[in-house]
């Protein structure tokens, strides 16, 4: 079965220091990654896909096949990235659905 | 405004009543979800449709039922409340079929069960 682990419930991090939230999935097929960000009491938001190998808000996140991850980076954290973040894998079969991680709190200290 | 609104945005219930939570989208996708979201436990899917009348089980299903009449309503029942079922439910809805996209959102409905 599918599994997507986030090791960390709390990260916290000094404004302009790098910041690292670590993804490992489990999966037997091709996998399909995605980090969703939520602000305080808003909604989740698409933050970036793996697919798309793109830089959203100074993130990025990098499919390790070999290692299983999809560990998500900025190198210089500010204080408006403080949220929620969640890791997600979409598989296929079974109408593509999402399994998503627990969740890292990332706190940044001003 | 993401094409997604939920109603309603919060609900205090007791227990043993049933409740009824809804998602509506004005983008005429294909796929929705239903997720509730929990400290420690990330969000779990509950339901979700692929079309009209055509639903199936998530991975927290029991004590909740699921309905689409059209395809831009998705009704999420809670049979009979618990205190269990207190929680944040999210909607979703798969954005560009076929295209490699994620979910996008509603704004959750907080649900306490007391």
């Known amino acids: 079965a599918q599994r997507v682990t986030q090791p960390e419930k709390l990260l916290s991090v000094f404004k302009g220091a790098p910041v690292e939230l670590k993804c490992n999935y489990s999966?037997?097929?091709?996998?399909?990654l995605f980090w969703y960000v939520q602000y305080s009491r808003q909604r989740l938001q698409l933050l970036l896909r793996?697919?798309s190998r793109e830089s959203i808000k100074g993130f990025t996140a990098d499919l390790n096949k070999g290692e299983t991850s999809f560990h998500l980076k900025k190198p210089f954290a500010q204080e408006e990235d403080s949220a929620m973040y969640y890791c997600a894998l979409r598989y296929s079969g079974g109408y593509q659905k999402v399994t998503f991680g627990t969740g890292t709190k990332l706190q940044v200290i001003p | 405004d993401a094409g997604i609104t939920q109603s309603p945005r919060h609900k205090v219930t007791e227990t043993g009543t049933p409740v009824t939570l809804r998602c509506h989208q004005t983008e005429n996708h294909r796929y929705m979800y239903w997720y509730r979201q929990d400290p420690g436990h990330g969000l779990r899917l509950i339901h979700y449709s692929y079309g009209v009348k055509d639903t199936d089980k998530g991975e927290v299903s029991d004590g909740y039922s699921v309905s689409r009449s059209k395809t831009e309503d998705f009704l999420l029942t809670l049979e009979s409340a618990t205190s269990s079922q207190t929680s944040v439910y999210f909607c979703?809805?798969?954005?560009?079929?076929?295209?490699?996209?994620?979910?996008?959102f509603g704004s959750g409905t907080r649900l306490t069960v007391v």
């Open positions: 979703a809805i798969r954005q560009a079929p076929g295209e490699r996209y994620g979910y996008t």
């Open positions: 793996h697919i």
């Open positions: 999966y037997s097929g091709s996998p399909e």
